[in-house]
């Protein structure tokens, strides 16, 4: 009978900006993020705002530890419960992916054609 081998399980990557030369964030991540800040300003519980959404609470609550890659069908539905539009969610978590992704130089290099702009 053939060997059973354990998958490895990675760590979950820690939030905020990424180091240097560091694994970019998972858009999953960062939609899960966005929907539980989202989900905690209305001050709703995982079991309302699933019920909205028509989803059970098990799986909102996968999707917001970013352990699910869900259809746009659900992100819209997930969005619609929380008062929000696919693409006002999908504009903030690109927003947030832009931040954290920003190499190094290219934050410098913004600043600096800032300065000259400024002497000119």
Request: aromatic fraction near 4%; charged fraction near 25%.
């Amino acid at each position: 009978m053939a060997e059973i081998v354990p998958f490895p399980r990675t760590p979950h990557p820690p939030r905020g900006p990424r180091p240097q030369n560091g694994p970019e964030p998972l858009w999953r991540h960062l939609l899960g993020d966005q929907l539980r800040r989202r989900r905690h300003e209305r001050e709703e519980t995982l079991t309302e705002t699933a019920d909205k959404a028509g989803v059970s609470p098990q799986y909102l609550s996968e999707i917001e530890r970013g352990l699910k890659e869900p259809s746009s069908e659900m992100i819209a539905a997930v969005a619609g419960a929380l008062d929000t539009t696919l693409i006002e969610l999908a504009s903030s978590v690109a927003d947030e992916l832009r931040m954290t992704s920003a190499p190094a130089s290219a934050v410098v290099s913004a600043g600096a054609r800032g300065a000259f702009a400024l002497a000119a």
